[in-house]
């Protein structure tokens, strides 16, 4: 009754018996922890959202305040117009990113899944940021991979696989390494991308799979805090997960998924 009234802190008692009702009740109170831990990413993810638009949302406002009180030219005017077209595409881009992780999370999309060799997958994705590394000589070296293939998503699955990189180039150094490694262990298809960067501190590598979130250090950077938690609702749908370790130095990204039946 208090737990329907509104105290999800009350969990039901256990007696330590193993029985029927005691693992009927460590089931209701795992279920419970969960859904502690969902209204909690909510509402962080409902104040970042309304921290990250309170910005662009108030420019926009002064900016069409400006153009109302002054007669710009007709230069002027358009610049005005692509600015404000601009802040409207980084508002939409972020309610984008977040209806598709909506849909992801859901599970909705298994229906389409269908078996995806990875070697390819992963080449081309290593090809795609090829040349953003090599403009801050950045060397993007792939290892020897075995032919295997998931049961999922193509495009989902190459999404992650580039956030990852994506990370891994912005936030190696200068003329660093970012190494890609496909392997397979204990039935699962585990893709190791290892950077040279700052690292995460091991008390914030779950924190950053959060939604909106960003790290102090990342504040400088271009992003919205959605790309880790794209790449884990992807891994989560293909029934398996992504995890930072440390890669002494830098991060490693391990995002690992049961082979194809």
Known sequence: GRIIDGDLSQRVPLRGSRDEFDQLGSTLNEMLDRINELM???????????????????????????????????????????????EVDRVLTVFASLLRLATIESGALRGRFKPVP???????????????????????????????????????????????LDNAVKFSPDGAEVRVELAVEQGQAR??????????????????????????SSRGSPGFGLGLSLVRGIARLHRGDCRLLDGSPGTLAVLEMPLAA
């Open 191 to 216: 893709i190791r991308i290892r950077d040279h960067g700052p690292g995460i501190p091991a008390d914030q590598r779950e924190r950053v799979f959060e939604r909106l979130v960003r790290l102090d």
């Open 118 to 164: 990875l070697v390819p997958l992963v080449t081309d994705a290593v090809s795609l940021y090829e040349a953003l590394a090599a403009e801050r000589d950045i060397e993007v070296s792939l290892a020897p991979m075995p032919d295997i293939s998931i049961d999922g998503d193509r495009d989902l699955l190459f999404q992650a696989v580039c956030n990852l």
């Open 40 to 86: 909690s990413a909510v509402k962080y993810a409902t104040e970042s959202l309304a921290h990250d638009l309170r910005s662009p949302l108030a420019r926009m406002r002064n900016r069409i305040e400006t153009a109302r009180e002054q007669q710009l030219p007709p230069e002027a005017q358009r610049e005005l117009l692509d600015t404000l077209g601009a």
